[in-house]
């Protein structure tokens, strides 16, 4: 269930280099990243997770296998794309695809880095993009409000399908975005085949200058401000250091690097793990000799269907599950210990799982 992330923007923003230091951190020898190439600008990346360390500590398994999240470095939008422009259709298409969107907003000032749209001003930056998203959505809305007016006639089961698309349709007419209407899950049925754009969940990269790293500037500030009311996470960083930080193979040069920029984590592990909860995701782990395994399930999810992750049989047959709790796992230090002390718990099909659980699945085959 890895969560799908497209990195969005105007052209020369940073995106490109953000892509390349995902791709280099997970290339790294010293990092604890993984990093495959499935297509040009396309990429699974490990989510870091200390967690998976710790037990892998106490478990010293032959191997250890994180969780992923697939990033997706999507063609520069420019004003018009709704209507063709640029690479308009393909970068809709791309954006459609993914669960969650990065957007990458220039907050630095820089002559010999071309701007098609004037003076930086990261809020019309995404106001921009925002618009064509929002148009697109419409076209895509009307288009089915059409087809159920009619189809209406013969079928009254249709009138709360057509309510819902009048609800988004006013919506999208006020200059907002569907996600802003907080559907209901059975409302979300509706406008499930549409993929709507402005349906998915945002998180925001302030591309700032060297001298604003840490303490982010005019520009940052706005864009913080501007989205406050959506209640969407800010992530202030310098693209360009992160891409330099990750092609440091070597842990001792990469700290030192870190040090001379008084950073104690690169930004790029803050926004990895930020755009892996933006969809409330949750990581339980599977400890055993032969590997100690983080998997992403759901918020919400009960047992039988966090067991399907591992296969659809675990979930069919599903019997019980053991469960230890990952704090008590790390202070007993090992299953045993844990189920000596009574730490160590027999769920049934009705347990919702919790994030850090450590999780054995009894199930018939």
């Known amino acids: 269930m890895a969560l799908k992330a497209g990195i969005v923007g105007l052209p020369n923003v940073g995106k490109s280099t953000l892509f390349n230091a995902v791709s280099n951190s997970a290339k790294a020898q010293a990092s604890n990243?993984?990093?495959?190439?499935?297509?040009?600008?396309?990429?699974?990346?490990d989510v870091p997770d200390q967690r998976i360390t710790k037990l892998a500590e106490f478990v010293k398994p032959d191997r250890t296998?994180?969780?992923?999240?697939?990033?997706?470095?999507?063609?520069?939008?420019?004003?018009?794309?709704?209507?063709?422009?640029?690479?308009?259709?393909?970068?809709?298409?791309?954006?459609?695809?993914?669960?969650?969107?990065?957007?990458?907003?220039?907050?630095?000032?820089?002559?010999n880095i071309l701007r098609d749209e004037g003076p930086i001003n990261p809020v019309g930056d995404?106001?921009?993009?925002?618009?064509?998203?929002?148009?697109?959505?419409?076209?895509?809305?009307?288009?089915k409000l059409v087809k159920t007016e009619k189809m209406?006639?013969?079928?009254?089961?249709?009138?709360?399908?057509?309510?819902?698309?009048?609800?988004?349709?006013?919506?999208?007419?006020?200059?907002?975005?569907?996600l802003g209407l907080g559907l209901s899950k059975e409302e979300r049925l509706a406008i499930a085949d549409l993929y709507l754009l402005t349906d998915?969940?945002?998180?925001?990269?302030?591309?700032?200058?060297?001298?604003?790293?840490?303490?982010?500037?005019?520009?940052?500030?706005?864009?913080?401000?501007?989205?406050?009311?959506?209640?969407a996470e800010v992530i202030v960083m310098t693209n360009a250091i992160e891409a330099q930080i990750a092609e440091f193979e070597d842990?001792?040069?990469?700290?030192?690097?870190?040090?001379?920029?008084?950073?104690?984590?690169?930004?790029?592990d803050r926004l990895i793990h930020s755009t892996y909860k933006l969809l409330d995701l949750y990581t339980y782990f599977t400890a055993g000799v032969q590997e100690v395994r983080a998997w992403t399930i759901q918020k919400g999810w009960k047992a039988p269907q966090a067991a399907s992750v591992i296969h659809t049989d675990f979930e069919k047959g599903f019997i019980k599950a053991e469960v230890i709790a990952y704090n008590d796992f790390v202070t007993y230090k090992s299953e045993a210990a844990c189920r000596d002390n009574g730490k160590l718990r027999i769920e049934g099909k009705e347990y919702l799982?919790?994030?850090?659980?450590?999780?054995?699945f009894r199930f018939n085959v």
């Open 152 to 178: 209406m006639k013969t079928d009254t089961k249709l009138k709360a399908e057509y309510d819902v698309l009048v609800k988004c349709q006013k919506q999208l007419n006020d200059g907002k975005n569907v």
């Open 65 to 111: 296998v994180p969780t992923q999240i697939e990033i997706v470095d999507i063609a520069g939008l420019v004003r018009g794309a709704s209507k063709g422009e640029g690479l308009g259709n393909k970068f809709l298409a791309n954006i459609r695809e993914v669960d969650a969107i990065i957007q990458v907003i220039r907050c630095f000032e820089d002559e």
């Open 251 to 268: 842990a001792d040069d990469k700290a030192m690097f870190m040090d001379e920029y008084k950073m104690t984590e690169p930004a790029l």
């Open 200 to 231: 998915k969940p945002v998180l925001y990269v302030a591309n700032v200058d060297e001298a604003s790293m840490h303490t982010g500037n005019k520009y940052s500030n706005a864009l913080k401000a501007a989205v406050e009311k959506e209640g």
């Open 33 to 45: 990243y993984r990093f495959c190439t499935i297509e040009p600008n396309v990429g699974l990346v």
């Open 353 to 360: 799982v919790q994030d850090g659980d450590v999780m054995h």
């Open 126 to 143: 995404k106001d921009i993009i925002e618009t064509e998203l929002q148009l697109k959505d419409m076209e895509s809305v009307e288009k």
